[in-house]
């Protein structure tokens, strides 16, 4: 989204938190990051799906690079989400790279289309280990 569409939401949707999602497909998401910070209260970093739309509302479950989320966590100065691919089996890895403000995960945390309560425990689990060192 252009940085006025997020100046003119930001004065529309007063009191309303802004969250941006930056597609990381390489080094350019930190520019485009940092183009936005001062826009939004919170900044998602998730994958793209490179045979897809760019704009697709669903996760990819796709991992993207995870040294490039770490520059953009380390370079903008506000809190950022990390989603892309997270399941119980990377969470803790993906926690102590990147040390984002929070975690967005569904596609692998799923079953049949609905949330697995046996991958959420797992997921959680994984976190709370590596929130533990």
């Known amino acids: 989204m252009a940085t006025?569409?997020?100046?003119?939401?930001?004065?529309?949707l007063l009191g309303v938190s802004l969250v941006q999602v930056v597609h990381v497909t390489g080094p350019a998401a930190l520019q485009q990051a940092l183009d936005v910070e001062r826009h939004v209260d919170f900044i998602?970093?998730?994958?793209?799906?490179?045979?897809?739309?760019a704009r697709a509302l669903r996760g990819t479950g796709n991992v993207h690079d995870w040294r490039v989320s770490s520059e953009i966590v380390r370079g903008v100065h506000?809190?950022?989400?990390?989603?892309?691919?997270?399941?119980?089996d990377n969470a803790a890895e993906a926690i102590a790279d990147v040390q984002p403000f929070g975690v967005d995960a569904?596609?692998?945390?799923?079953?049949?289309?609905?949330?697995?309560?046996?991958?959420?425990t797992e997921f959680f689990n994984a976190i709370r280990d590596a929130l533990a060192f």
Request: aromatic fraction near 2%; charged fraction near 25%; glycine fraction near 14%.
């Open 4 to 12: 006025t569409d997020l100046e003119r939401l930001r004065v529309d």
């Open 44 to 53: 998602l970093l998730d994958s793209r799906n490179p045979d897809g739309p």
């Open 78 to 88: 506000c809190p950022v989400f990390l989603a892309g691919g997270l399941g119980p």
């Open 106 to 120: 569904c596609p692998r945390l799923c079953r049949n289309g609905c949330l697995d309560e046996g991958l959420l």
